[in-house]
């Protein structure tokens, strides 16, 4: 506050706390006028939108001098706190994301793969079948060691362990199904294998 007996010019500076000036906030110095009888009056300083994600800052404004006969009341110093209203990575992040404050950043969540600022998943959806395990590198289930399938909804051991049962065949791994042995001709699971060559 100012007490004056006339229009009084009083001269202002504004000194760095946490808060850097030229990066938070623009004005340094300048000067204030009162009107006779007018005890207070305003200050702009321009605050400093970086889109950044801080803690509140701080910055101080001192009172450094009144024209004669005009005298500056205390307090001649106030604190300044700059609130930030940015969210924290700009609010970008995606499902299943958190953001990083310090590298202003979007992450995925611990255990989840993905595109931090679209979606984050659990590896292969969490799809793969208690017998199936998830290949990260690809994000795809593929079945345990000794079993054939996608991995989503089936893993069984080849040919389904049937052609055990079907004499004279065996597994074929490419395609996942019984066919006859060599020198056999027809089809095990119907009619059964039979040899194709004649012996005397």
């Known amino acids: 506050m100012v007490s004056n007996n006339g229009p009084a010019k009083v001269t202002w500076k504004a000194t760095d706390g946490t ?3 030229g990066l938070d906030y623009v004005g340094h110095a300048g000067h204030v006028f009162f009107a006779n009888g007018q005890s207070e009056g305003f200050i702009k300083i321009k605050i400093v939108d970086d ?6 800052e701080t910055f101080k404004v001192t009172l450094v001098g009144a024209i004669s006969p005009s ?7 106030i604190v300044i706190t700059i609130k930030d ?3 924290p990575c700009h609010d970008q992040c995606g499902t299943n994301a958190v953001c990083n404050e310090a590298k202003h950043l979007c992450f995925c969540e611990k255990g989840f793969l993905g595109d931090p600022y679209k979606e984050c998943h659990r590896p292969c959806y969490g799809k793969c079948l208690s017998n199936a395990k998830c ?6 289930c593929e079945c345990n060691k000794g ?8 893993c069984a051991p ?6 055990k049962d079907y ?6 791994f490419k395609t996942n199904k019984c066919e006859c042995n060599p020198n056999y001709f027809g089809d095990p699971y119907t009619s059964g294998c039979k040899c194709s060559t004649s012996h005397y």
């Open 135 to 140: 290949n990260v590198n690809l994000n795809a």
């Open 51 to 56: 889109k950044i994600s801080e803690s509140p």
């Open 19 to 21: 808060a850097d000036h």
């Open 158 to 163: 080849p040919c389904d362990g049937k052609c």
């Open 71 to 77: 005298t500056v009341d205390d307090p001649k110093t």
């Open 147 to 154: 079993l054939v399938g996608d991995g989503v909804n089936k």
């Open 85 to 87: 209203d940015d969210k």
């Open 167 to 172: 004499k004279f065949s065996h597994c074929n």
